[in-house]
């Protein structure tokens, strides 16, 4: 996964663990797509500054998805209801049996599709 999209993610689920301040840099830094420099001069500060900000908030949030693991476990289950899903398009049809499997889909298509719009994939 690309770094900028890791650490969105990872902002999204720990962002409330880190300062206000790192966790305004980050996302200016990785959803806004400011540079340093375009950061350190919004803010006032130095680039190196900002730098060390990010490099600690960037730090603090990978140390939390290592203990808790919560992006991972996300992955895995959108990955798992992918899998899902497409055993049940394959799956044989019995009389009766076309309803459930398209109520289940649109189940499964409702969880995926809540990650999704959280997560603008």
């Known amino acids: 996964m690309e770094k900028n999209i890791e650490l969105g993610y990872l902002l999204d689920f720990y962002g409330e663990f880190l300062t206000k301040h790192q966790a305004r840099l980050l996302d200016m830094h990785v959803n806004e797509d400011f540079s340093l420099a375009e950061i350190a001069e919004k803010e006032g500060i130095s680039r190196q500054g900002v730098h060390d900000s990010l490099k600690r908030a960037e ?21 798992g ?3 899902i899903k497409e055993h049940l398009n394959a799956s044989a049809s019995y009389p009766g049996q076309e309803r459930h499997k398209e109520l289940i889909g649109e189940e499964i298509d409702k969880l995926i599709n809540i990650w999704e719009e959280v997560h603008g994939v």
């Open 59 to 79: 730090q603090r949030l990978l140390e939390l998805e290592e203990r808790m693991k919560l992006l991972r476990r996300a992955e895995q289950t959108i990955k």
């Open 81 to 83: 209801l992918k899998i």
